[in-house]
Structures are given as structure tokens and as C-alpha cells.
């Protein structure tokens, strides 16, 4: 069964830190770039960050310099690291790989 599985979301202040996991399993995880995605209440769904198979990566604006994405292919997992936290942060976070979508986790940032 092809399926992504996130965890590590919740509720966290401003200025806070959260680790965001998704695991894989199902399908060949490292010929796949991996990739993190946001969608807050009323909006589109954003690209937060990429990585593909070689380690290049793409932030978006909003968090560069913020928030780390990485990939432990032995494991099948894709993380993303997220520090200095800020409100605008809140939303359902999805990983992608290979095509398939997580179901997401809710990040919340307020105090």
C-alpha cells in the first residue's frame, strides 16, 4: 500500500520550534524528489520546500533561512525542520513524494 504518513505537528508560540515527519512506505522513496506543502484556511495550497534526489533544495520566500527540509532515505522519511515560528506559520502542512500526497498535519504558531 503507497502511502505518506506526516506527524510532529501541534500548537506552538511564536519563536518556537517543530519537527515535522513523513514517513513513506509502499513504493521506491529515493529516486523521488520530496517535498513540503501549507495550506492555511482560505487559501491555496503553497510550496514550502523541495528537495530532490541529489540534496538541492528550494525554500520559499516566507521561510527561507527558517525552515530546513531533509530526507533520510534509509528510513524513507522526509523532515522539515521548522524554527522561529511565526502566526503566519499556521496551517495544514502535506508531504509529496513521487506524486502521493500525506494527509497532512496542523501546525498552529500563536501565544
Known amino acids: 500500500q503507497v502511502q505518506l504518513v506526516e506527524s510532529g505537528g501541534g500548537l506552538v508560540k511564536p519563536g518556537g520550534s517543530l519537527r515535522l515527519s513523513c514517513a513513506a512506505s509502499?513504493?521506491?522513496?529515493?529516486?523521488?524528489?520530496v517535498g513540503w506543502y501549507r495550506q492555511a484556511p482560505g487559501n491555496q495550497r503553497e510550496l514550502v520546500a523541495t528537495?530532490?534526489?541529489?540534496?538541492?533544495?528550494v525554500y520559499a520566500a516566507s521561510v527561507e533561512g527558517r525552515f530546513t527540509i531533509s530526507r533520510d532515505n534509509a528510513k524513507k522519511t522526509v523532515y522539515l525542520q521548522m524554527n522561529t515560528l511565526k502566526p503566519e506559520d499556521t496551517a495544514v502542512y502535506y508531504c509529496?513524494?513521487?506524486?502521493?500526497w500525506g494527509q497532512g498535519t496542523q501546525v498552529s504558531v500563536s501565544s
Open positions: 509529496t513524494v513521487g506524486g502521493v
Open positions: 528537495m530532490s534526489t541529489y540534496g538541492s533544495t
Open positions: 509502499g513504493f521506491i522513496f529515493d529516486i523521488y524528489s
